[in-house]
Structure formats: C-alpha cells, structure tokens
C-alpha cells in the first residue's frame, strides 16, 4: 500500500494565526489526496479533495476561504488553516487513494493534531 | 438516519477471545468495503478491504459482508492487547473515490 506522511504531527497557534500542514505520498504519485478531520471520540469527516493542476473540490458546509488546500506536486498537498480559531482545533487527516483503479482504498497518514489557544 | 451505522461501544474482552464487530449501511449502491484500525491519537490504519459479498481472512482478522442485509463484520481471533483500538468500517460506492465511515467501535482487549 502507500505509504504517506505528514507534517507537523502535533502544533499549537495562537488564535487568529495561519497554520500549514502538509501531506506527502512517499512512494506514490497521487493526483488525489483527501483532507479528514476528526473531533475527539467521532469519526473522520472529509473536508475536501484535493487535485494535482486544479482546485480542490470541498464538501458542503466547509469553507474553502478558511481551509485553503494546495496541490503542488503529485506527491505533495497542503491544507492552511487560515485566522485558526479555538474551534478548528481538531486532528487533521489526509489520505491518499491507492488500488488497481486508484479509487478502491484509501492510505491515511499519521494525522495532524492542531490546538488553537 | 445515517448511511452506516457502527455501535461506538466500548466493548471489552479479555485476551484470547473471538471479537466481532458490525456495521450495518443504507446504501446499496456500496460495492466496497474495508475496516481500519486506529490507535489513540494516530491515523487509520487498512487492515481488510472486500469488493462486494463474500469472505476475506487474513491471520487473525476475517471480514464478512452481506449485501443483501447490508451488513458488514469483523472478526478478531485470539485477541491480543495490542488490538485495543478503534475499529472503523467504511464503505464506497467504488467510482467515486469518497469513503463513508461508521462512528468506530472502541475495543479493549484485558489481560
């Protein structure tokens, strides 16, 4: 399977401060990654998808000026939390989609534990 | 009503014991399903992957599915300590690359 990584593991912002996370596929190239949060004791919510060469696609009800998503590379994707508020305040999860049609399963990485103070 | 369904326990047995863990989903248009594992404060990890019904055994996990009740299991043979995590299933319709989770099932396994 593929083996993905992400940067910070753990970070502490002070509200109203711009926070990057970034997500690399360390053995795949993936045109696809997709960015999950999950709150204690719930399970993972998507946020979006993210595309190499175009927008990220965003699911209802999260704001795309607030979670800014950038695909650079095909093996890297950043998710910037903007003007971060005590709210945001989550464990952030990106995945990349592997299998013989590339839409099978899905390889997460270790997560990103975000607190706004 | 929510599209799969997965009691969040949590469920406690003692070492050695067979596990079984269960979701039940809304959608038949799901062709695929897997189970994750994570630990406390780390990302899911794949463990069983199954397109449509069937059995799929790999050690001590078996994955079962019943599309025609829309009911999906995991079972844990001679259960170790070191299985206490979150189970989470999930499922897709397999085109369109989005997963849809259970709440997960917390497991303990006692010495």
């Known amino acids: 399977g593929a083996v993905v990584s992400q940067h910070p593991s753990w970070v502490i912002c002070k509200s109203g401060t711009s926070v990057k996370i970034e997500c690399r596929s360390l053995?795949?190239?993936?045109?696809?990654m997709f960015w999950y949060r999950q709150f204690p004791k719930q399970s993972l919510m998507l946020m979006a998808t993210?595309?190499?060469?175009?927008?990220?696609?965003?699911e209802q009800g999260v704001e795309k000026d607030k979670f800014l998503i950038n695909h650079a590379s095909l093996t890297l994707s950043t998710l910037t939390v903007t003007s971060a508020h005590p709210e945001d305040s989550s464990f952030y999860i990106c995945?990349?989609?592997?299998?013989?049609?590339?839409?099978?399963?899905?390889?997460f990485g270790p997560g990103t534990r975000l607190t706004v103070l | 009503q929510k599209e799969v369904e997965q009691d969040p326990g949590p469920l406690s047995v003692p070492e050695g014991a067979i596990v079984s863990l269960n979701c039940t989903y809304s959608?038949?248009?799901?062709?695929?399903f897997m189970w994750y594992r994570q630990y406390s404060r780390k990302g899911p990890e794949l463990l069983m992957y199954t397109y449509s019904s069937g059995n799929k055994e790999d050690g001590r996990f078996t994955a079962q599915v019943d599309k025609s009740s829309k009911y999906i299991s995991l079972f844990i043979r001679d259960s170790q300590p070191s299985d206490s995590a979150t189970y989470l299933c999930?499922?897709?319709?397999?085109?369109?690359?989005?997963?849809?989770f259970g709440t997960g099932t917390q497991l303990k396994v006692e010495l």
């Open positions: 995945s990349v989609p592997w299998g013989q049609s590339s839409t099978d399963t899905q390889y």
């Open positions: 959608n038949s248009a799901f062709q695929y």
């Open positions: 999930a499922t897709a319709t397999g085109g369109g690359n989005k997963l849809t």
């Open positions: 993210s595309n190499e060469g175009s927008k990220a696609t965003y």
């Open positions: 053995d795949f190239q993936a045109t696809t």
